[in-house]
């Protein structure tokens, strides 16, 4: 682990956990014990499981072992019966009966009942099937069914029948048994009797299942309708389970039953135990197949008892394991912690000593002992050459001025002033130095920043010099685009009596000239860049004299205007335009369609329209309709031309509309000499009022038979060509021929 040899210079240099980093340690301690937790109960589950399968697939085998051991032991069963029925003791009762032979036919069969445990009882029938005698009084009682007597029965000779599986009680509880049925025949094949031997499968069971499995491995036995036969004594007995001899498995276990109803082998997982089942085949005869089912079970409980000790294991290891990756993370974001201080130390020290302020370090003896290159820069000096000076020298003190400064620091920790730096640049610097002490704080060493505010003098000195620049008789003042006046010059003031006037707008101040029409003046700005206009000639005390108004406006990085600068001269009063009759155009009207154009065109007398020419003019700027917005701008500058052109316009002369931003003028009775000194004098009148920029004309003479739609794609050549030039913005096209 990294460890400090230095002590902290600040508090933010040391080891600090933040409340993000604490949540994160929190949040992968909460991931790590959650995956640990699932991920051991993941693998006790598939340890658990995989202990299942191992003992379902041992106990599948030993249940195919005792099916076959079970067809094999009926099958020797069928062969003792017929062995018995071929007796010589019971062929000489058939022969001569007699109640000595009986007596010694019983014998012999409970000598034989005695030796072989799952043999109950042995029983003679006669040829009518009914009872003879037998070894006990537990069996035979019943006569033997109709369907296995004489002729009724497909079987006989040395033929044996096995019955299927029934109960009968025996000593005070059921005795699941089946019984084998051998003919006696005489030579000529009719029936001398029926030997019947009745065999307990419980016997049976337990004579084999010690052999293959333990006593803790329950076996059942049920037939194919679900009826238990064997295996109900195991205990402790199980939920849903048969405990009883003849219960239905069907009924108490829908599920395990329907999976072994489907198919003659399997496993089945429940919620308590794990089932394994086979249905074995114990003999194959003429009337019916003898099949029944071998259940064997595993509790749960028991592989968990079983899983115990790796289970411990496991717990063990997975506790052992968080704890080693707890440490880990811990130790983890403590490395990252003490690499971000040390990056942090590295980059203070580089912010301090490498930033864009020169910093130099003084010993207790004033001596230079550390710059950096920033410094020497502003110092006008090599960096080498700064080490080992003098700081009295460096900054150009004389003894009592240093002694002063020195003696400030040592009582207030810091002292900040200007200095010029003495280079060629003529820098003015401010020092800031700030007294620091070593580790052991045992001598003390100073701290000196430059900050370079030459700038900030040269713009002092701009200030002063524009002050006393912007001090002149005219009138000059700056405003923004809604009149507000920012600042304006002793002139102006003086000029508009601004003390006086509560307002601090232009457009109030100037209301009856500049007011009214505020609107237009900003887009003649906006498109022009400037306006011009006299202001105060209306008052009493100026009949001779008024003020000639420029507004020079100056536009931001949108194209909407930031600033406008306002300077007011002297200027003698023009006759006004209502005086001179200029506000009374020749004509009122502008035709506004092409269609009124077209009639009065056709009005005109012949010898008026053969002689007239036609100009088209452009009035949209290089500027406009580059966007939407654009056209409002357009048009009121349409208005502003038509309303100069209108006063202008000789009589019998007519405009019309034609597109958005270009007009028609129709001059009957006029060469083209003419018209094109009109269009010379009505671009000179346009320019006066700085509505010119961006207008060209295309002028065309009528040619004899010409409808309007040709005149004017004659005029359109002519306004093209106009464009194209970029000088001349009059062209003409197809000049009569005299």
Known sequence: MLTRKQPLLIAAQGIHWSHQRLLAVAAQLCLLIISVTLLSNVIITLGERRLQEDWATQRYSELQAVGTVIADKVAFQQFRTQMFAKSELLKRYLDLPSKEREEKLKQNWNIIRDNIPELLDMALFDPQGKFKFATSDDFGHEPIPAALLGSSSNMGGNEIYTSPLEFSPINGKLEPYMYQLAWLENPDQSIRGYLVTYNSMAQMLKSIKPAYSSSQSPLLMLDTQGLLYAGAESSPSLQRIPDTMGGSLRQSYPALWRKMATSNFGQFHGDNATFVYLKVELTTQYETRREYFLVSYVRNDDIAAKFTEWRSLLIIGASVLTILASILIFLSHLYRLEQASRMYSIELSSRLFHRDVGCIIVNDNSRVISANNRAADQLG??????????????????????????????????????????????????????????????KAYLLITFEDVSELYSAKNDAYINQMLNDSSVATALIQADGHLVRTNHAFDQQMQIQQSPTKNLTELLNPDIGSKWSQILQQIILQGSWKGQVLCTQSHMLSDCLQATLKGHLDSSGEIEYIVCTFEQAIQKESRSDRGELVPHRTTVLVNLRDLESYFKSLPSNKRESSSLILMDITAESMLSHMSDIGQLENRQKEVELKILRELPAGYQMSHWQLGKLIIILPDTDADKAHHFAIKSMSNLSDIGLSEGICMGIAAYQSGQSLEQYLSNAEVALKRAKQTGEQMICQAFTRVI
């Open 381 to 442: 000096l090599p960096k080498d050459e700064l080490l080992d000076r003098s700081l009295q020298r460096l900054l150009h003190l004389e003894d009592d001025e240093y002694t002063e400064i020195m003696l400030h620091v040592q009582q207030h920790g810091e002292w900040k002033g200007e200095f010029d730096s003495g280079a060629e640049t003529q820098a003015q610097l401010i020092a800031h130095i700030k007294t620091q002490h070593d580790s052991v704080k045992t």
